[in-house]
């Protein structure tokens, strides 16, 4: 199995990229068994490509199983905390624009006892 791209393995189900995760590891363990035995030149630089087909395979699989879990968590009140927007720590933290503009029984009263003044300006 030569170098894979992405692109191909997006389009394949779960058991697909299992199942072909599966012989990229048996190759790869097989490239290094001629390693150790003193294999040819090509068979040493086939093992990069095919550590990188592995990870390929992996990030498919897990792009595909959050994107999975955003549509899951979609219109649900929590999330994960992975699937929260990362923000900094006092933006997660402060006041939502409707907590912010709630006012307490006190301080309506004072604005209604003292509205604001208005002047009438002399042109």
Do not use: C, W
């Not at 086939?46 to 979609?74: C, D, G, H, P």
Request: no cysteine; charged share 40%; proline share 3%.
């Amino acid at each position: 199995m030569g170098k894979v791209k992405a692109h191909q393995l997006r389009g394949k189900s779960k058991e697909e990229l299992t199942k072909q995760l599966e012989e990229f590891k048996k190759e790869l363990s097989q490239l290094r068994v001629h390693k150790v035995t003193g294999g040819t030149a090509s068979k040493l630089s086939k093992i990069a490509v095919m550590r990188k087909s592995i990870a390929r395979v992996l990030t498919v699989i897990n792009q595909t199983q959050r994107e999975n879990l955003r549509k899951f968590y979609k219109k649900r009140k929590y999330k994960p905390l992975d699937l929260r927007p990362k923000k900094t720590r006092v933006m997660r933290r402060a006041l939502t624009k409707h907590e912010l503009s709630r006012k307490t029984a006190r301080q309506l009263k004072k604005e209604r006892a003292n509205p604001p003044r208005i002047y009438a300006v002399k042109q």
